[in-house]
């Protein structure tokens, strides 16, 4: 009898369908199967997720690809300490092969801790491993639907605050005036009120020793000059960063420190090598000018005993060297138990500078994140990266990306335009 009467119910609803597909345009029949199937996941479940391929290729830096068994796949950047890696990225891309990646933390632990003899503690193991651990990243967001910054713990802000480096370097030897003119092109190109020069000029007349670390006289006259006349022209109101790449000795870095202390500058970055924390600490102790560092630093390993001894005014670690998006959260968190502003060193594409913001954005301390003048001016830079929602930065705000991931890709046609030297390429 039921089974019956289950006969008779559906024979009635078929009957029913049929009627009003006579009054109904065929072009919607199924439409709301069609609905549910696209709306339902294709994929397997995360916790069965593995890696399946690992992509390398070196373009400016080091791009790394990871590829999965679902179709999902990550992409990170390492910059600087990655010439001549390439066997290093294929071995640590061996030790990813079949496994999960959103195991972030326990990935990047057991590669660390399997370098331990092997050059771990920081350089070409560590910047190597920030794209791994990048892609990780970026691959987890894309697999969970989220942006990264949403994984990292949420974010405090959506636009992230950059200085522009006026890439003065590359001028032989630029005077006052030319350092003036730069900041007023910039700030009226860009919009922006903060920038950065450097004042390490090997090519001044005044150097009297190629080899010696000491400024003489005249080249610390140089140097304020170039400064004061920056300070003339924006006003006080306008940050003014300056570096100093770690080329000089304590005298000079104090002299030069205490000289400019009447222009308020925003920082005085690397004014002696990154090797000494003594020596920035003793530095930071005698002098207003706040003293910054963190591009040539490792891990927060590294960071701990500048905070401990106080040598650090702002922490600048570069996101795709120290470690990656988890080391450097991990390094803001520590600055901020020392009060000290977290400002990231950043010299990658448009890539890197968006995984960089995703971690300016989860942080509170968060200060300031380096911007390329030439990132406005080098068509490359525009070519190798896919971006898809606007200006890059507008007004010295770089928008925090809202797409699963990074919210950056990797055109890898473009990339073979610009290969760097003869290293294996295999990304696709």
Same mark, same amino acid.
């Given at each position: 009898m039921t089974m019956n009467n289950s006969r008779r119910a559906f024979f009635g609803k078929a +009957?029913?369908?049929?009627? #009003?597909?006579? &009054?109904?345009?065929?072009?919607?029949?199924?439409?709301?199967?069609?609905?549910?199937?696209? =709306?339902?996941? /294709?994929?397997?479940?995360?916790?069965?997720?593995?890696?399946?391929?690992?992509?390398?290729?070196?373009?400016?830096?080091?791009? &790394?690809k990871l590829v999965t068994n679902q179709g999902i796949y990550g992409v990170g950047e390492g910059v600087d300490a990655v010439g001549?890696? *390439?066997?290093?990225?294929?071995?640590?891309?061996?030790?990813?092969?079949?496994?999960?990646?959103?195991? !972030?933390?326990?990935?990047?632990?057991? !590669?660390?801790?399997?370098?331990?003899?092997?050059?771990?503690?920081?350089?070409?193991?560590? #910047?190597?491993?920030?794209?791994?651990?990048?892609?990780?990243?970026?691959?987890? %967001?894309?697999?969970? %639907?989220?942006?990264? *910054?949403?994984?990292?713990?949420? /974010?405090?802000?959506?636009?992230i605050r950059t200085y522009c480096d006026t890439a003065m370097y590359r001028s032989s030897f630029p005077t006052p005036q030319d350092f003036a003119d730069a900041t007023v092109k910039a700030r009226q190109d860009w919009n922006i009120e903060a920038v950065k020069f450097d004042i390490d000029y090997a090519s001044d007349p005044e150097k009297k020793d190629r080899w010696n670390w000491t400024a003489s006289p005249g080249e610390l006259e140089r140097m304020y000059n170039q400064l004061a006349a920056v300070r003339e022209v924006v006003g006080p109101n306008f940050d003014i960063c300056v570096d100093m790449h770690g080329r000089y000795?304590?005298?000079? #870095?104090? +002299?030069?420190? /205490?000289?400019?202390? =009447?222009? =308020?500058?925003?920082?005085?970055?690397?004014?002696?090598?990154?090797?000494?924390?003594?020596?920035?600490? /003793?530095?930071?102790?005698?002098? =207003?000018?706040?003293?910054?560092?963190?591009?040539?630093? *490792?891990?927060?390993h590294d960071f701990k005993q500048y905070l401990e001894k106080g040598g650090m005014d702002f922490v600048m670690p570069d996101l795709q060297k120290c470690g990656g998006l988890g080391e450097g959260q991990r390094i803001a968190n520590l600055a901020n138990l020392y009060y000290v502003p977290f400002s990231p060193h950043m010299v990658a594409t448009f890539l890197g500078a968006m995984a960089c913001a995703h971690v300016c954005a989860s942080v509170p301390n968060f200060h300031l994140m380096e911007w390329q003048s030439y990132f406005e001016t080098d068509e490359m830079f525009k070519e190798i990266c896919i971006y898809d929602e606007g200006d890059w930065v507008k007004d010295g705000y770089l928008t925090v990306s809202n797409k699963p991931g990074i919210g950056v890709d990797i055109n890898v046609e473009a990339c073979k335009k610009y290969l760097r030297g003869d290293q294996p390429f295999t990304l696709k």
């Open positions: +009957a029913a369908v049929a009627a #009003a597909a006579t &009054v109904t345009p065929l072009a919607g029949f199924g439409s709301g199967l069609e609905a549910a199937v696209e =709306n339902t996941s /294709k994929l397997s479940a995360p916790s069965d997720l593995r890696i399946t391929e690992v992509q390398l290729g070196y373009v400016r830096g080091l791009y &790394v001549g890696t *390439y066997y290093v990225a294929q071995n640590m891309g061996r030790r990813l092969m079949n496994q999960n990646p959103l195991n !972030i933390h326990q990935i990047f632990e057991s !590669i660390r801790r399997g370098g331990h003899f092997g050059g771990a503690q920081s350089g070409m193991y560590v #910047a190597v491993l920030s794209a791994f651990e990048t892609a990780l990243w970026d691959l987890a %967001g894309k697999t969970f %639907g989220v942006p990264v *910054y949403q994984l990292l713990g949420g /974010k405090f802000r959506d636009k000795d304590y005298v000079a #870095a104090q +002299a030069i420190a /205490k000289k400019v202390e =009447n222009l =308020n500058l925003t920082w005085l970055e690397e004014p002696v090598p990154a090797e000494d924390p003594d020596a920035y600490a /003793k530095l930071a102790r005698e002098t =207003n000018t706040p003293i910054a560092g963190g591009e040539n630093n *490792y891990l927060a």
